[in-house]
C-alpha cells in the first residue's frame, strides 16, 4: 500500500543500517566467513531439526558438520540449566551444587567435548537455535568429577579458557563486526559504576524487589579502564 511503501522510504532514508539489516537479503557465504574470521576464532552454528541438532564449526582454515542425536534431551538439559541458573536462592546445598554439574557437564560433553582440538585457544562465537539461544556457554563446565571440588567457585567453567560471544546468523556477525572496526580506534569508552552512599536515599530493587547492592569494585575498574583512553 501507499502508506506501507511511505514508511519504508522514511527507514530507507533516515535508518540505512536498519533498513539494511532487515531487507537486506544477502547471505554470507562459507569463504566470505572464514575470510573474515581470525586464525583464533572459531565460529559454531547450531540449528535443531525434529529428530537432529546440527553443527557447523568453522575456523580460519577447517570446516566441519556433524550431527547430533536425541535433541529433546539436549533441550531438557538446557532449561533445567538455565532455570537453576536464574533461581533466587542463597541456600544452595551440596545436591544443588552436584545437579548444577551434570547439567553444565552433560551439555559441554555433547556440545563441544567432541571438538575440543578445534576450539583449543580460540575465541568462540555461537550461533544457536531455539533455547540455545538462552543457554550462556560460559557457564558449562569442563571439570570430569566434583568429588574433590567444594562448591561452585572451584569448577572450571568454560569462560576460564575462552572468550566467548553470541550471533543470531554469520551475516549478522559479519556486519556488526565491520561496524564496530569502524568505530573500534574512536579513542572513546563510556562506562557506569552503580555506587551511592551507603545513607543515599536513592534505592534500586530488582524484578524480584529484593534491594540492588552497590558494587564499589566497579569505580575501581573504571578508573583502571580510564588510563587506557
Known amino acids: 500500500t501507499t502508506k506501507y511503501d511511505s514508511i519504508i522510504?522514511?527507514?530507507?532514508?533516515?535508518?540505512p543500517?536498519?533498513?539494511?539489516?532487515?531487507?537486506?537479503?544477502?547471505v554470507l557465504s562459507l569463504n566470505e566467513l572464514q575470510n573474515i574470521l581470525d586464525i583464533n576464532q572459531v565460529f559454531i552454528q547450531f540449528y535443531f531439526?525434529?529428530?537432529?541438532?546440527?553443527?557447523?564449526?568453522?575456523?580460519?582454515?577447517?570446516?566441519?558438520?556433524?550431527?547430533?542425536?536425541?535433541?529433546?534431551?539436549?533441550?531438557?538439559?538446557?532449561?533445567?540449566?538455565?532455570?537453576?541458573?536464574?533461581?533466587?536462592?542463597?541456600?544452595?546445598?551440596?545436591?544443588?551444587?552436584e545437579e548444577y554439574f551434570r547439567q553444565a557437564?552433560?551439555?559441554?560433553?555433547?556440545?563441544?567435548?567432541?571438538?575440543?582440538?578445534?576450539?583449543?585457544?580460540?575465541?568462540?562465537?555461537?550461533?544457536?537455535?531455539?533455547?540455545l539461544n538462552l543457554l550462556p556457554f560460559d557457564a558449562l563446565v569442563k571439570n570430569e568429577s566434583v568429588s574433590e571440588i567444594r562448591d561452585f567457585r572451584d569448577l572450571?567453567?568454560?569462560?576460564?579458557?575462552?572468550?566467548?560471544?553470541?550471533?543470531?546468523?554469520?551475516?549478522?556477525?559479519e556486519y556488526h563486526s565491520l561496524e564496530n572496526t569502524d568505530k573500534r580506534q574512536n579513542g572513546h569508552v563510556l562506562a557506569f559504576a552503580p555506587i551511592y552512599e551507603k545513607d543515599s536515599k536513592v534505592s534500586f530493587t530488582?524484578?524480584?524487589?529484593?534491594?540492588?547492592?552497590?558494587?564499589?569494585?566497579?569505580?575501581?575498574?573504571?578508573?583502571?579502564i580510564s588510563k587506557n583512553f
Do not use: M
Request: hydrophobic share 35%.
Open 9 to 15: 522510504n522514511i527507514y530507507d532514508r533516515e535508518y
Open 156 to 173: 572450571d567453567y568454560l569462560i576460564y579458557s575462552h572468550r566467548i560471544s553470541y550471533t543470531y546468523t554469520a551475516t549478522l556477525w
Open 17 to 26: 543500517d536498519y533498513f539494511d539489516l532487515k531487507f537486506n537479503n544477502k
Open 49 to 97: 531439526t525434529q529428530n537432529n541438532l546440527h553443527k557447523l564449526i568453522i575456523t580460519k582454515d577447517f570446516y566441519e558438520y556433524t550431527s547430533i542425536d536425541n535433541p529433546d534431551a539436549i533441550i531438557k538439559l538446557s532449561t533445567q540449566l538455565i532455570q537453576h541458573l536464574k533461581a533466587r536462592r542463597h541456600d544452595y546445598k551440596r545436591k544443588d551444587f
Open 105 to 131: 557437564k552433560a551439555l559441554y560433553d555433547v556440545l563441544l567435548a567432541d571438538i575440543i582440538d578445534q576450539i583449543d585457544g580460540k575465541d568462540i562465537i555461537v550461533s544457536g537455535d531455539g533455547i
Open 206 to 224: 530488582d524484578l524480584y524487589g529484593e534491594s540492588i547492592q552497590a558494587l564499589p569494585g566497579t569505580l575501581d575498574e573504571i578508573k583502571f
